[in-house]
């Protein structure tokens, strides 16, 4: 029987709320009207008809979930920690967070998970859970007690940061992951193929001159690993999908019945490979944009489902890293914050995918897949709540981010839809 999730936070004063006739948006219940909802002692406790009109523009609707976190903690607190990437994630709309083992040291102890449960109780201003590595020292040689750290609390597994390239230890992770009763999850790259790679392997890397990281790369890694789980009959989790031939990976194995879910990135939806001409090395990211047939790919399996969940792989770093040339930059970008504001911009106003689709993806659906129970608009259930102003535009500049790092592929630019209010495990945890 697998063992009971957990999320850590600080303990805290439940407030007693009432969000007044407002569009209620809920995609797990069906429910699209107009409501007063009232919250008390932490739970929802009343769902009313509407008193009175409406304002325009604003929509309640189960707070988010972002499966996919580097906070960065321990290590290298002086791009984020606990305090700084839960205010991030409050601020985007998140009630809970998963954050991502490649730290120093890394997560593959009870002894370091212990203390960032710890750490999580005392100062995360939005509940977390923690993912362990795969392999020791995410060196892929050696399995961690998995047992014992989902024991221990860890939500799933993962070597996120590097690809576990020994196709025997990701079949013995997903045996084991039967007894821990947790998820493994993946990150698919061929090193051999993305190696000297910087820019997806195109036309523009052609012409800019950069090393070429293939889509091969990571499809035929996306192949490999579904064929595992398959075979073991397990689930298995693709983490930050970039390319339509994983994708055509991804559909091959969810007809045959494999039990597969995938993540997609708002950058990966929204931007290409393109974006590398203006040279911004915050637009460098690990798996690096795609071409614009990759990035439909992408937006029509959000749209169909067959990837199910949004993730932001919110990735940290300080100014001095990222202010260097392309080349010598790091993999990674921000993206708490801002990405349902992007989301909403690029995919829902253009009326590429409906906004109760997004909503879903970002919520029920990454919650779903590591066991956690959806966020949802109903009387007696946890107050986990966003309320989103379609109607505002604004800015991206790093003044406002609650985030340590400002490294967004989004610097500059102008958004519609923002996070108001947020609520998380029954809290107040944000007001604009």
Known sequence: MPLQVMLFGRNGRKDSLAFENVRVLDPVHG???PLTVRVEGGVISALEPAGGSTEEGKVLAPAFVDPHVHLRTP???DEEDMGSGTRAAAAGGYCAILAMPNTDPVVDSAAVLGALVEEATRVAEVPVGFLAAISKGQQGAELT???ELAERGAAGFTDDGRPVVAPGLVRRALQYSAAAGRPIAVHCEEPT?????????GLVSAEIGFGGYPSVAESVMVGRDLALAAYEERPLHLLHLSARESVEELRRALEAGVPATAEATPHHLCLTDEAVRSLDPNVKMNPPLRAEEDRKALVEALRDGTIGAVATDHAPHARHEKEVPFEEAPFGVTGLETA????YTQLVEPGVVPLVTLLERLSAGPARIYGLEPPTIAVGAPANL??????AVW?????????KSANSWLLGSQLRGRVLQTVAAGKLVYSA
């Open 75 to 77: 290590g290298r607190e």
């Open 340 to 343: 349902f504001s992007a989301l």
């Open 145 to 147: 007690e998995m047992i």
């Open 395 to 403: 800015h991206v500049d790093e003044g406002g981010f609650k985030s």
């Open 386 to 391: 966003v309320l989103l102003d379609l109607e």
């Open 193 to 201: 193929l993305s190696r000297g790679g910087h820019v997806h392997e």
């Open 31 to 33: 429910i699209d009207e």
